[in-house]
């Protein structure tokens, strides 16, 4: 696409914009006349519009110079787009069946054109708060990270190929929004932290003065800026998958850079468990959600066996092929090395011990976080009832602490699981049984 | 410096080069018929001149467009004098004392024209083996790690400029040839290694089959690819430093990236315990060596004790000063946070384990290699009696064996040096003590 300077789109202007892009007009139909388009963003930071024709619908998804939540007083560089795009695209050739198409990518416009995802395409933590099942979830969810996350680690790109990726997908910004939001301000009394109060005062108190839980924080705070392990989503929650009973999507990676691959893990686990907590602030003796607590828990363990299992049957399969990933080469861990296949096992059991014990750390980080920091989860936040969803928050919030702090000490997801039931069950109100 | 195009210089057509350069010329002093150039590399890779006039001298450093000791066959880009460049600049800036000056850099050239480190000075290497003590040496050491690598780490540099810093020395073609060299070749039949034969095949083909040392070599190998520690120089080995009584100077940076800092501080420690255990090749009745290799282990318990406190010292300066480094943010860990003074001293003796580990693993792959590898070191090789040279080597390779394997298990220096001790004590000759 070639354009002219930087202007924000609206309802009116996305309708020109668009025609004058042929193939996406091809992929409407009709004439610019028989378009509508309407803003559906409901997110904190970018502007997303749906346009229809006649054939079909495309999504425009801009990024303004600042963050839309809080306005011109927050800037944040229109570059974000750009990773957004290069993260779409790479992570669809990896996995085309969970990543929607990009259709055109407009560096000046600082916009991507994208295939929509239409109804019944919810957001994910919608569908969870409403109580939905999805039965693909779990699977679809565990091969998107195994494929898109193995894909590009250096495990399966050669490394010089791995490197000169890394260097191009810096996304300063935003990293550094994580950096602070996620883990540095919930353990300090950081301007714009809130919490449900008085009912959290104590904890979020407690927090200032927890010398494991900075730690644990900080230590993660350091994986986060150093561990360049694969071209991560960097944002990979509830809210950044659109589902239906057939259908799982990825969308909106404007966070993607090489980092940590149990960030991406972990956001999602949290996610899961942050909506496993709320249930009880949105449940009564009629519907107890029990069954559907159950099932999202068979979601969290689903999710980590079949992304821990994909994960190393890609990898198995990328030695037997003889390359062309330079960590583990074939030529020591391949079956015609000696000892090769035995070596291969054990290797792939401790690296898979470690992004297990990111995982835990990453997902119990980014709980916390949603309790007491900037930006909460409309599962928690959402529940009428001040002191129930304080109840709830306080759960998510010490499971998250424990989780994130005891990292090392898990068993598995079994062991995660049965302690999630165990924080749950604290002798409060609400708890339906 | 603008000049045309790349053409290679020798003895002659680096005097005309110089007097092209102003500030070099004055260095020189008289005019360029009073000046005499002469080629001194003795390192695997460049073409180093010292050129000299009736005021002062200077070296010139060029790199040709492949490999030196193996001719055009090899080729090797001249983007490595930019790296090398960026990190002499780099690493001056943070200790003076410690890195010579660099007075023109000159990409079209791929030369660096640089301060003369005149005799005295000579290479460590050479010092070591002819059994000279530098009483500075253990302290310089130290105090350039600590300075060079905490300095540009993301615990004194804002993340946001980190990230950039990385991106920016991103050194791929230096890196893979660390990582097949140094990870990978030693544990298979590759085509370049070369022990002294047969003595050593055993032991050499012993590695081949070794699971546990082919595993932390992977493990190294991916810590070398993904952790984004601090600028290292890549390539710290007693042969990257000129001393004399009274200085002591790095040199040669050409491998420098963000890599794991542990593999600069190991580099060394693995030098000089190679020198260690090559004493008992040098030495007769007459000279038993045994008051030096005493000298050189103490470096390396001053250099590791050195370096631990003064990287601790440095950062507790800067969280005291408020930053700007983004890891173990002030506003957790500084003296005004609750509990901060406790938190930074524990967050300090969890992230020096971490480089203490990894330091021993990397000492340990660099002492592996440097025996069964493609590129030994003098100190060993040049043992002129093969049966001493391969008792010697032996003893040098189960230790960097074990040190590799075990590098999790060593209470601390004092253990690392007493079983160094006791690795050569194996009751074969030579041993003198
Ligand atoms: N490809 C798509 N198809 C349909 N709806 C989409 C699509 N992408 C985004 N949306 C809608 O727009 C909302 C915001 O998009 P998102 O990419 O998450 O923006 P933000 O970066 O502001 O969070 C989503 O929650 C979803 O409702
Ligand atoms: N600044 C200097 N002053 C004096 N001699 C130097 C200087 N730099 C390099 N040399 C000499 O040149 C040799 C090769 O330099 P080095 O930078 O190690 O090149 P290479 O990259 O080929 O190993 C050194 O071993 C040393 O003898
Ligand atoms: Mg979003
Ligand atoms: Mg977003
Ligand atoms: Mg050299
Ligand atoms: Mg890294
Ligand atoms: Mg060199």
Same mark, same amino acid.
């Given at each position: 696409?070639?354009?002219?300077?930087?202007?924000? !789109?609206?309802?009116?202007?996305?309708?020109?914009?668009?025609?004058?892009?042929?193939?996406? +007009?091809?992929?409407?139909?009709?004439?610019?006349?028989?378009?509508?388009?309407?803003?559906?963003?409901? %997110?904190?930071?970018?502007?997303? =519009?749906? #346009?229809?024709?006649?054939?079909?619908?495309? #999504? *425009?998804?801009?990024?303004?110079?600042? *963050?839309?939540? *809080?306005?011109?007083?927050?800037?944040?560089?229109?570059?974000?787009?750009?990773?957004?795009?290069?993260?779409?695209? /790479?992570?669809?050739?990896?996995?085309?069946?969970? #990543?929607?198409?990009?259709?055109?990518?407009?560096?000046? @416009?600082?916009?991507?054109?994208? $295939?929509?995802?239409?109804?019944?395409?919810?957001?994910? &933590?919608?569908?969870?708060?409403?109580?939905?099942?999805?039965?693909?979830?779990?699977?679809?969810?565990?091969?998107?990270?195994?494929?898109?996350?193995?894909?590009?680690?250096?495990?399966? #790109?050669?490394?010089?190929?791995?490197?000169?990726?890394?260097?191009?997908?810096?996304?300063?910004?935003?990293?550094?929004?994580?950096? $602070?939001?996620?883990?540095?301000?919930? =353990?300090?009394?950081?301007?714009?932290?809130?919490?449900?109060?008085?009912?959290?005062? /104590?904890?979020?108190?407690?927090? =200032?003065?927890?010398?494991?839980?900075?730690?644990?924080?900080?230590?993660?705070?350091?994986?986060?800026?150093?561990?360049?392990?694969?071209?991560?989503?960097?944002?990979?929650?509830?809210?950044?998958? @659109?589902?239906?009973?057939?259908?799982? $999507?990825?969308?909106?990676?404007?966070?993607? =850079?090489?980092?940590?691959? %149990?960030?991406?893990?972990?956001?999602?686990?949290?996610?899961?468990?942050?909506?496993?907590?709320?249930?009880?602030?949105?449940?009564?003796?009629?519907?107890?959600?029990?069954?559907?607590?159950?099932?999202? !828990?068979?979601?969290?363990?689903?999710?980590?066996?079949?992304?821990?299992? $994909?994960?190393? +049957?890609?990898?198995? +399969?990328?030695?037997? /092929? %003889?390359?062309?990933?330079?960590?583990?080469?074939?030529?020591?861990?391949?079956?015609?090395?000696?000892?090769?296949?035995?070596?291969?096992?054990?290797?792939?059991?401790?690296? @898979?011990?470690?992004?297990?014990?990111?995982?835990?750390?990453?997902?119990?980080?980014?709980?916390? &976080?949603?309790? *007491?920091?900037?930006?909460?989860?409309?599962?928690?936040?959402?529940?009428?009832?001040?002191?129930?969803?304080?109840?709830?928050?306080?759960?998510? !919030?010490?499971?998250?602490?424990?989780?994130?702090?005891?990292?090392?000490?898990?068993? %598995?997801?079994?062991?995660?699981?049965?302690?999630?039931?165990?924080?749950?069950?604290?002798?409060?109100?609400?708890?339906?049984?």
């Amino acid at each position: 696409v070639v354009s002219g300077s930087f202007y924000p !789109l609206d309802e009116t202007a996305v309708l020109p914009y668009v025609a004058s892009l042929p193939a996406v +007009a091809a992929i409407l139909g009709g004439s610019p006349s028989e378009w509508a388009a309407k803003e559906v963003g409901d %997110g904190n930071i970018n502007f997303v =519009y749906i #346009v229809e024709g006649p054939k079909g619908g495309v #999504v *425009v998804k801009q990024a303004l110079p600042f *963050v839309r939540c *809080v306005g011109e007083s927050w800037p944040l560089t229109q570059d974000r787009i750009k990773g957004e795009a290069e993260a779409l695209i /790479a992570h669809r050739k990896l996995d085309p069946d969970h #990543v929607p198409e990009v259709y055109e990518w407009d560096e000046k @416009m600082a916009v991507i054109v994208m $295939q929509y995802l239409a109804p019944p395409h919810i957001i994910l &933590r919608r569908g969870l708060m409403a109580g939905t099942r999805y039965p693909r979830l779990a699977g679809d969810v565990a091969a998107l990270m195994a494929r898109t996350l193995f894909g590009t680690s250096a495990l399966a #790109v050669p490394s010089a190929e791995f490197r000169e990726n890394v260097g191009r997908a810096v996304n300063t910004a935003m990293c550094s929004l994580t950096e $602070q939001v996620i883990f540095t301000d919930p =353990y300090f009394k950081a301007e714009h932290n809130h919490h449900t109060s008085p009912q959290l005062d /104590a904890a979020a108190a407690a927090l =200032y003065e927890d010398t494991e839980a900075k730690l644990a924080a900080a230590e993660l705070k350091v994986l986060f800026i150093e561990k360049t392990q694969a071209l991560i989503h960097g944002d990979l929650h509830t809210g950044s998958f @659109m589902c239906t009973q057939d259908s799982t $999507q990825m969308i909106d990676p404007e966070f993607a =850079y090489y980092g940590p691959i %149990g960030f991406d893990v972990g956001a999602f686990l949290a996610n899961m468990l942050l909506s496993f907590f709320s249930m009880d602030g949105w449940a009564g003796e009629a519907d107890t959600r029990a069954d559907f607590r159950a099932w999202e !828990l068979s979601v969290v363990r689903d999710v980590w066996e079949g992304f821990r299992s $994909q994960f190393v +049957a890609l990898w198995s +399969a990328r030695v037997a /092929a %003889g390359g062309p990933g330079d960590e583990y080469a074939p030529a020591l861990f391949g079956g015609e090395a000696a000892g090769g296949a035995a070596a291969l096992a054990a290797a792939q059991d401790r690296y @898979m011990q470690g992004v297990w014990e990111d995982t835990l750390g990453f997902a119990g980080a980014k709980m916390v &976080r949603r309790i *007491v920091g900037i930006a909460h989860v409309a599962d928690l936040d959402e529940i009428p009832d001040a002191d129930a969803r304080a109840v709830c928050q306080g759960r998510a !919030l010490k499971f998250g602490r424990d989780l994130m702090v005891g990292r090392r000490g898990f068993k %598995g997801i079994d062991d995660v699981i049965a302690r999630a039931e165990a924080a749950r069950s604290d002798g409060n109100k609400p708890f339906f049984a």
